[in-house]
T-cell receptor
Framework: NAGVTQTPKFRVLKTGQSMTLLCAQD?????MYWYRQDPGMGLRLIHY???????AKGEVPDGYNVSRLKKQNFLLGLESAAPSQTSVYFC????????????????FGAGSRLTVL | GENVEQHPSTLSVQEGDSAVIKCTYS??????FPWYKQELGKRPQLIID?????GEKKDQRIAVTLNKTAKHFSLHITETQPEDSAVYFC????????????FGTGTRLQVTL
């Protein structure tokens, strides 16, 4: 049971390049999220998904796109990378809000460190 | 939207002492307050959470208190140990759902021997 797996772990891009971060979870969670973590800023939500085929904007969505074609995968894309997108990106998943134990508890991946030069 | 402020940003305590981290939130509709711990180079992990219908919750050496009137909540760690050294994040959720979580900026706790 791997939990939440992110690939790649590290990536260096040049300004203007594109890339995709992949998140996969094997816990059958309905909800998935992409966060970015910057020094002194905490964790900020980029986009999230409440189910296969659905996505929604979070707090800082500009410059990113996402897709959830399969329940277990959530992709984060940068179409034209900018230095301001240098960050550590965390994927997370959770059960939906409900009376079930563990609802709303975020299970995070190990993180992906992206540097844009 | 929700705004969560967290203090202090850094905290150093001696092993065995207590540590307290405080957070305030802005939206009275928030009703779910988790705390996440992130060790150096690792992923954040939930350590304790509280809902607005409860004023205090304990789990061994950690406890969280909530004051809905003042809109603040605190994490208390007693008998600190070196393995408590980490960054701690508070968060608040409007409507109690994880998709509406707003995180604080984090507190770096250092437990010295």
């Amino acid at each position: 049971n791997a939990g939440v797996t992110q690939t790649p772990k590290f990536r260096v891009l040049k300004t203007g390049q594109s890339m995709t971060l992949l998140c996969a979870q094997d816990m059958n969670h309905e909800y998935m999220y992409w966060y970015r973590q910057d020094p002194g800023m905490g964790l900020r939500l980029i986009h999230y998904s409440v189910g296969e085929g659905t996505t929604a904007k979070g707090e800082v969505p500009d410059g990113y796109n996402v897709s959830r074609l399969k329940k277990q995968n959530f992709l984060l894309g940068l179409e034209s990378a900018a230095p301001s997108q240098t960050s550590v990106y965390f994927c997370a998943s959770s059960l939906p809000t409900s009376g079930r134990a563990g609802a709303n508890v975020l299970t995070f991946g190990a993180g992906s460190r992206l540097t844009v030069l | 939207g929700e705004n969560v402020e967290q203090h202090p940003s850094t905290l150093s305590v001696q092993e065995g002492d207590s540590a307290v981290i405080k957070c305030t939130y802005s939206d009275s509709a928030s009703n779910y307050f988790p705390w996440y711990k992130q060790e150096l180079g690792k992923r954040p992990q939930l350590i304790i959470d509280i809902r607005s219908n409860v004023g205090e919750k304990k789990d061994q050496r950690i406890a969280v208190t909530l004051n809905k009137t003042a809109k603040h909540f605190s994490l208390h760690i007693t008998e600190t140990q070196p393995e408590d050294s980490a960054v701690y994040f508070c968060a608040a959720s409007i409507g109690g759902t994880a998709s509406k979580l707003t995180f604080g900026t984090g507190t770096r706790l250092q437990v010295t021997l």
